[in-house]
């Protein structure tokens, strides 16, 4: 998967699945031949990258219902994922909300039914501050170490921090309390996000490696017709 800011890799290791993620790096696999890889893509794709068009997994082949032909295929990919586990839990068969918190935080509800119910798109953790710093001459992009506890910061960097990291959870606060659903939950900010909930009675199930995990359910699907 060509995210927006990172890669995602699924590699199979005799009977297990292995994630791994890295930096786009269109040098370092300029000479590699990628052409049997199943592969989508939300982030620019290198000229370089030799990749199979007929191997591209498409908003299509996603077997649920309704969804635009616009949204995501990170974002139809881990509720295709969120849909298959929570429908596994028989006293569950529920409505639920699934949040990728990447670059862009998506929150996308999907019905027991297996329908698109629309959604939510914010800015990032990373990309609030990078967007206050390049908005104003005199903000500069904190680089985050811890996240400052106090609601009120002295320091200018801590409460950029502070603040943008209010802002997901008043959202994911604000969904939980009006609909009262479980919520499934991936993305490079999900740890942080768990972190500042821990304390609450949220129904979150984490799952780090949602988008990938629906992209092999589908390519599996596609391969065995």
Known sequence: MIGNTRWHWAKKIQEDWKYFHTTPNPIEFKDKNYFELSWASVGPI?????????????????????????????????????????????????DLIVIDAGTIMSVTKITKKGEFAGGQLISGLRLQLSSMANGSLNLENPIIKKIPIETFQHDTKNAMIRGAINGLLGLILNIYEETKLPIWICGGDAPIILNELKHTNIDINYCPNLVLEGMIDVDQAINSI
């Open 46 to 94: 290198p000229e370089n990258l030799k990749l199979c068009p007929s191997k591209k997994i498409d908003l299509d082949d996603v077997p649920l219902v309704n969804l635009p032909s616009n949204l995501g295929i990170d974002r139809a990919l881990a509720s295709w994922s969120a849909y298959k586990k929570q429908s596994s839990l028989k006293s569950k068969e529920q």
